[in-house]
Each structure stands twice: as C-alpha cells, then as structure tokens.
C-alpha cells in the first residue's frame, strides 16, 4: 500500500518572510503620509483658532474702542487674559493633545496687539515655526527664515 502524504495547513518560512516585507512596505509609505495629514490639520486648526481669537478681538475693539484692558495703558500686563476672555489658550482648543501655544506677543495698546501661536516643545509641531495675526490684518506664519503669509 503507497504511504499517503497528508496537507500541511500553515506558511512557509517564504511565505511569512514576503507577507513581512509586504507590511513593512506598507508601513514605510502609510506612516509619513498619516504624519503629514495629522501636520496638516493641526496648521489648518491653528489658523483657524488664530482667526476667532482675531474676530472677538476685533468685537471687543468695536464694543470698547480699544483691545485692551485700560484705554491709554500699552503694556504686556494690559493684553487680556485668553482664560478670563472667552477665548483659549491652546490650540486646538477642543482636543486632549495641544500643538500649540496662544499668546500675546509683546503688549496690547488701544489700537494694536499681536497674538502668536508657538509650538509646543517637544510635541509633533516643534520644528514648524509659528503663527502670527494681528490687528492691522496680517497674519503669518515664521519658519526659520522662511516667511509666508496664510
């Protein structure tokens, strides 16, 4: 009687070792495409909570006829408070993970401010420069010696 040769169920050693290299090329390619989207959306963001904090800015100038806190007083203690205000503080301000930091730059006068988004040190934006709006209309972004407007 011939010996029977029973069907092995399972993968080869080549068959792993190609379905291993499958994934780490798809991995090569998903991971820098998935960083670049996530990069992308906390810019988008930024610019976006820039632009409302520029908007209530602008209604409390129409509301008081200056942005500060005490008309006649331009010094950084006389910026408002993004906390008391109803602003924020970080961007984006509806999330656990923050990419930024929203502050005044320098002082708020009755007429001028200036509010500069920093990214966080050591988070996925540190190395991405900042952003920058203010109260004569421009807004920009700072990347080393690269300057842009958005």
Not at 32 to 55: C, F, G, H, M, W
Not at 98 to 109: I, L, M, W
Request: proline residues 4%.
């Amino acid at each position: 009687m011939p010996s029977r040769r029973t069907a092995h169920s399972g993968f080869t050693l080549i068959e792993l070792m190609i379905a291993v290299a499958i994934i780490g090329i798809l991995l090569a390619i998903a991971i820098p495409s998935y960083r670049n989207y996530v990069q992308s959306a906390a810019r988008s963001t930024v610019k976006a909570d820039l632009s409302e904090i520029v908007s209530l800015m602008e209604r409390r100038f129409t509301e008081q006829g200056f942005y500060g806190i005490t008309r006649g007083v331009s010094s950084a203690a006389n910026c408002p408070s993004l906390t008391t205000l109803p602003f924020f503080n970080a961007s984006p301000k509806d999330s656990n993970t923050k990419h930024y930091t929203v502050a005044f730059q320098g002082s708020c006068a009755d007429d001028t401010y200036t509010i500069r988004a920093t990214p966080i040190a050591g988070g996925l934006m540190s190395s991405d420069g900042y952003f920058e709006a203010n109260s004569q209309g421009q807004r920009r972004w700072v990347n080393g010696s690269v300057t842009k407007s958005w």
